[in-house]
């Protein structure tokens, strides 16, 4: 079992409340615009305690701009963001990459995100399943090891939230079961709410609450069963995504086998 | 070797600098920002001239080319039709070229341009050597202040800013060590080859480092090694000190990484 110390302000909610109480964070009739272009119009989001809301929709359909948005990095030209109030975020960035000159081991980069001591960093490591990577070198990890090490920093600050951007990237398709798998035993421990962006709505499915389709607005949004079926869905990313999906659901042991190859892998 | 005022204040200048170069190089290196140096030395130049030209002190002028190119390239870097690289080439070729034509409409005995390009170590005074220790330490002190920031934005810039980092801030600062270290070291290196004191030490110092501390003091310690040898060069065989120095760093850095290389076998 986990013995971290007790966190200075509210606790992460439990378990037993999910997914319930106000939202953790919620977009209101949110609008970006990025040179001369409407990135995303009237975006109405939120994500409560113990939930993981998985956000997919089209390259350019402004995934990492409504969380960059939430974040406070991304300038508003309309609506609002509510956090709330003392809200501890964790975030893993999209296209984390660190410069082979800076020689930094897995270990001191968690130590630079807080003043945790070594044996807190060690077992946050293990959670994630990382615990064997502290001493390597950051830019000589692969993409799944990298991004497991981004989780668990993203965990030290014990999150309520997290914001996880594509966590799956350069990761193969049998990495990225593991992946999900450890981001669901996240929310189940710690029962803070995650928002994640990925393409493979199929691999996120089983431990996905929510999906938001998002195309500059929001398409259509709810349990993932129902969104594969609705029309917008449908339009953006065909009927073969909507049926392939059955696939996944019903046969999970033969995912690896059944797997389209990786897009964009190297 | 000859142990003169003008050796034993030319070497503590050039390791003063060295002390300093070093630390802040990695950074130079971690967020590639050498193309950076190159157009602030090179408007060093032009500021030089604007000194001579307006008759006020150069190193005033010099301050004020570098706030000017901190603005213009804030400016520019956010349009989108040009990579940073061109900006800065642009600035810093035209710095260079603006500089070297406005030198030469004045009195070659009046401005010492080679000693402003090449370096002119022999020639520190007692009161250069306060200016290099006293704004060495004050560059070293806001390193180390602001060393976990300045560090985690080299990681990435975007997780810093989401962890609450001053990046607009923080990168601000870094411009402004740069400017001081280059002020500083213009008469130590001069204004061509400032940026390899900078880097090569720092680039140097990675065959070894595993930890960003390291690699800082190791590329403190190379660059010290560095203007010892070019010193000795430059006094034995009557070469320009700053070339002599930078030649010497990239003699450390070839057999370093030879070594390296070898090791790795």
């Known amino acids: 079992m986990r013995l971290a110390k007790p966190p200075p302000s509210p606790p992460p909610s439990s378990p037993q409340t999910l997914p319930g109480g106000p939202p953790l964070i919620a977009s209101h009739g949110l609008f970006v615009e990025a040179g001369g272009n409407t990135v995303l119009s009237g975006v109405e989001m939120e994500v409560r305690p113990g939930e993981i809301v998985t956000m997919v929709g089209p390259n350019g359909g ?14 508003l030209s309309g609506g609002s963001v509510t956090r709330r109030p003392g809200l501890r975020v964790g975030y893993l960035p999209q296209r984390f990459q660190v410069d082979i000159a ?41 993409g799944g090891e990298l991004q497991r090490v981004l989780l668990a920093r993203a965990l030290l600050k014990q999150p309520e939230l997290l914001i ?36 493979d709505l199929h691999l996120v499915m089983s431990s996905t609450d929510r999906v938001i389709c998002l195309n500059g607005h929001v398409c259509c949004s709810g349990h993932p069963s129902s969104v594969v079926r609705h029309p917008a869905y449908i339009d953006l990313f065909g009927t073969r995504a909507a049926s392939g999906l059955a696939v996944y659901t019903h046969e999970h042991d033969h995912t690896h086998s059944e797997a389209p190859p990786p897009e964009g892998a190297p | 070797m000859l142990l003169e005022g003008f050796m034993l204040r030319a070497l503590a200048g050039g390791i003063g600098i060295a002390l300093v170069a070093g630390p802040l190089g990695c950074f130079v290196v971690w967020r590639r920002m050498a193309y950076f140096g190159d157009a602030l030395a090179h408007g060093a130049l032009l500021g030089v001239a604007l000194g001579f030209a307006l008759e006020v002190d150069p190193n005033l002028t010099t301050l004020a080319a570098f706030v000017l190119f901190a603005l213009i390239l804030t400016g520019l870097q956010g349009r989108q039709e040009l990579a940073t690289d061109t900006l800065l080439g642009i600035l810093s070729h035209g710095a260079l070229a603006m500089g070297l034509v406005a030198v030469s409409f004045m009195d070659p005995l009046r401005v010492d341009l080679m000693g402003y390009l090449l370096g002119d170590i022999l020639s520190v005074s007692v009161v250069d050597l306060a200016w290099i220790f006293g704004g060495g330490a004050l560059v070293l002190v806001v390193l180390a202040a602001l060393w976990t920031n300045l560090l985690t934005m080299a990681v990435h810039e975007e997780l810093a800013r989401a962890e609450g980092v001053p990046v607009a801030a923080m990168r601000l600062v870094l411009m402004m060590l740069m400017s001081v270290v280059i002020l500083l070291a ?15 030490p720092a680039a140097t110092a990675r065959h070894f480092a595993r930890t960003p501390e390291t690699m800082a003091l190791l590329a403190a310690m190379f660059g010290g090694m560095a203007v010892l040898g070019g010193l000795f060069a430059s006094l034995t065989w009557d070469t320009p000190s700053g070339p002599s120095i930078v030649a010497a760093a990239v003699l450390l850095f070839s057999v370093s990484a030879l070594a390296r290389g070898l090791v790795q076998r």
Do not use: W, Y
């Open chain 1, 164 to 199: 996880l951007d594509e966590p799956d990237q350069g990761v193969d398709v049998t990495g990225r079961l593991d992946l999900f798998d450890t981001i669901a035993g996240i929310r189940s421990r710690r029962g803070c709410g995650i928002l994640l962006i990925s393409h």
């Open chain 2, 186 to 200: 213009m008469k130590i290196v001069g204004i061509l080859l400032i940026t390899a004191l900078l880097i090569v």
């Open chain 1, 62 to 75: 402004g995934k990492t701009t409504l969380v960059r948005a939430l974040l406070g990095l991304q300038p």
């Open chain 1, 102 to 142: 800076l020689p930094i081991t897995a270990g001191r980069f968690l130590s630079l995100a807080s003043r945790a001591d070594a044996a807190q960093r060690e077992e946050i490591l293990r959670e994630v399943g990382a615990a064997h990577l502290i001493g390597r070198m950051l830019a000589n990890l692969s």
